[in-house]
């Protein structure tokens, strides 16, 4: 067998992982095959299995992608703005956007995958982690900066605000209604400060 490069490997698993998504994106987890990711990214059934254990395998590869990308995204979000308000604001608006510029994935990691056994102790566990301590550390930030009262649980802000984006995102992911980002993010970044932010000290 001829011994490929690992730049020519590298394309081979990016194509596979580029062809996996929009196959279970359109088709959902259990609909999709294989054989179809394979002709979509043009290679062959047997080398899919050269790289990726099984379909379940493919599946946590797409979404590893897809969660180290929105990852970095937020986190370099979280950098922007001068104060609490503005920061959250940011947050939550790039977290409802992903439900629009990703819906397909959204969907397939909260219907296929944090349900599943096999969740716990993964990679993507451990990446959704990281994600949402970007909002626990801002609100941590926020106490200490004095600008968020000092009895704020940073845990239980951060479930309530990912927790009321999810139930608000998902009929849309579900394919029912829309979902306007920027009139949303507002919103819930007034409730949540109203809730838990101090007056401003340079108030008159």
């Excluded at 395998?57 to 001068?82: H, S």
């Excluded at 308000?85 to 409802?96: E, G, K, Q, T, Y």
């Amino acid at each position: 067998m001829p011994v490929i490069s690992a730049e020519r490997m590298q394309g081979r698993i990016d194509a596979i992982i580029e062809a996996a998504t929009s196959v279970f994106g359109a088709k959902g987890y259990e609909a999709a095959s294989i054989a179809e990711i394979a002709r979509r990214a043009e290679v062959s059934d047997g080398l899919i299995y050269r790289y990726f254990s099984n379909k379940r395998d493919l599946l946590y590869r797409v979404l590893e992608a897809f969660y180290e990308r929105v990852v970095a995204a937020l986190e370099k979000e979280a950098a922007n703005g001068t104060t609490f308000d503005s920061r959250l604001l940011a947050i939550v608006r790039r977290h409802l956007g992903n439900f629009v510029a990703d819906r397909e994935l959204c969907r397939l990691f909260l219907s296929e995958v944090r349900v599943a056994s096999d969740y716990k102790g993964s990679t993507i566990q451990n990446l959704n982690r990281r994600y949402v301590s970007v909002l626990t550390a801002l609100i941590e930030a926020g106490i200490a900066a004095g600008e968020v009262k000092p009895d704020a649980s940073p845990k239980l802000v951060r479930n309530v605000i990912f927790g009321a984006i999810e139930h608000i995102a998902w009929p849309y992911v579900n394919g029912d209604g829309k979902l306007d980002v920027e009139e949303t993010a507002i919103a819930v970044t007034n409730l949540i400060c109203g809730g838990i932010c101090l007056p401003s000290q340079n108030k008159a």
